[in-house]
């Protein structure tokens, strides 16, 4: 396991690996933003929390048919699925490498971004420990819907169609934390909440995920 | 006690009955080559023995994580070179012997070319190496030698023959002569499934009714 974690995470950083591609994404966004709602800083510091939680959810979309797809080409998967790793394993280890991938540099990035959106100080703490919660379960999640559309052509889209609504108690939860943060309010309920959904999805997808692709590679 | 048992099996592919009836058994050190037209039902066959589908009907005996599968496709990464390649599916499989299953295949000048820079034939050589470091007995090979040479068709037979002399076995499907006499050949086109007669799903009225 600690093998294909390695494997994946170089992959990721060879040439193509798409590494850095989401954190792009979310800082174009962030710029987009101010654009269009206007540098007002009344206008843009209560819609903050929210844009940017939206931000990384995109960006984390935008690799996620990365996961299999590219080892189901290649006949890598029908090899992993023969080795002796429990596929459920294999699925986990590979929303782990997407997330160290793609959450962790979209969490160190976020801070940064947020001042770009005008949020106030008192928040970051709270946006970063969101989004540190909140985005291991956008990976998993990810895993699953990757794992649902792996034999398909161009699933990519289909793909985003099914993830996204799974990714929306993850996005109340977390743009709320932030948003009670930059109010100075109690953060306590969004957060135990938060860290109840991302644990549920840590737990079960792996199993939904394993299923899924053994239908698919028969 | 065999490697491999296959009892009266049914397969199908994309929901279609391909084959049925088929059996046989592989002991260690035997090699069993499969022959038979395009389509019907080689690969599918292989694939239910690496143990990626079920069957339909019957049986397959075999101890667990007995076979290393090797299908059209090497499942090799481009941007590490022929070493990591190797090294990944060796630690997946704990097995050992990356610098022997170079040196078998003919790889040991290219080991730390990226995989991308490999011809087809050598692409092909690395997939099959894999099989060396995997330490399981039956090999399952689906057409291994497509895109090699006829030199590195004789090295494949001499490194298929060495395993069968260490007590593994092979399961080949192949178009071509693989130069290894003592094989078993099985040819797969007497266990094409017959199509079934359609069941009449219209009532026997039915027709009547516009007559």
Not at chain 1, 39 to 61: E, F, N, S, Y
Not at chain 2, 29 to 48: D, M
Not at chain 2, 111 to 138: C, D, E, H, I, W
């Amino acid at each position: 396991m600690i093998a294909l974690l390695w494997r994946d995470l170089r992959l990721a950083t060879r040439t193509g690996g798409g590494l850095g591609l989401g954190v792009a994404f979310f800082l174009i966004l962030c710029t987009l933003v101010p654009f269009g709602i206007g540098p007002d800083r009344a206008a843009l510091a209560p819609v903050a929390p929210g844009i940017l939680w939206v931000g990384a959810l995109l960006a984390c979309l935008l690799s996620l048919d990365r996961i299999f797809a590219l080892d189901h080409e290649d006949g890598s998967l029908d090899l992993l699925a023969t080795a002796p790793l429990p596929l459920e394993g294999t699925v986990a280890v590979k929303a782990l490498a997407h997330w160290i991938t793609t959450g962790l540099p979209l969490i160190l990035a976020a801070p940064l971004f947020g001042v770009l959106l005008q949020l106030p100080v008192q928040a970051m703490p709270w946006l970063v420990a969101s989004l540190l919660i909140g985005t291991p379960a956008l990976s998993m999640l990810g895993a699953f819907g990757a794992a649902i559309t792996v034999g398909l052509r161009r699933g990519g889209m289909l793909l985003s169609l099914l993830v996204l609504p799974l990714y929306i108690p993850t996005l109340i939860f977390g743009a709320e934390i932030t948003r009670r943060g930059a109010e100075g309010a109690a953060t306590g309920t969004p957060l135990l909440f938060l860290a109840g959904i991302t644990m549920a999805v840590l737990a079960l997808i792996p199993f939904a995920a394993a299923a899924a692709l053994r239908v698919n590679l028969r | 006690m065999s490697l491999l048992a296959v009892h009266d099996l049914a397969v199908s592919r994309g929901g279609l009955r391909t084959l049925e009836g088929v059996s046989f058994t592989l002991e260690p050190g035997q090699a069993l080559i499969l022959r038979g037209p395009n389509g019907v039902g080689k690969t599918t066959l292989l694939r239910h023995v690496a143990g990626l589908q079920d069957p339909l009907e019957g049986r397959i005996e075999m101890a667990e994580d007995a076979a290393a599968y090797a299908a059209h496709a090497d499942g090799l990464k481009t941007t590490l070179t022929v070493t990591e390649n190797l090294a990944f599916w060796a630690a997946v499989f704990g097995g050992a012997g990356i610098a022997a299953a170079l040196e078998a295949m003919d790889l040991s000048a290219l080991a730390s070319r990226p995989a991308a820079a490999l011809s087809a034939g050598q692409k092909r050589r690395l997939g099959l190496a894999r099989l060396l470091v995997t330490g399981r007995p039956l090999w399952v090979l689906d057409e291994p030698t497509v895109s090699l040479d006829a030199a590195s068709v004789a090295r494949f037979a001499q490194v298929v023959r060495a395993h069968l002399g260490q007590g593994g076995a092979a399961l080949i499907a192949t178009h071509i002569d693989l130069g290894i006499p003592e094989a078993r050949v099985l040819d797969l086109s007497p266990f094409r499934a017959r199509p079934r007669r359609v069941m009449p799903s219209r009532p026997a009225g039915f027709n009547e009714a516009f007559a």
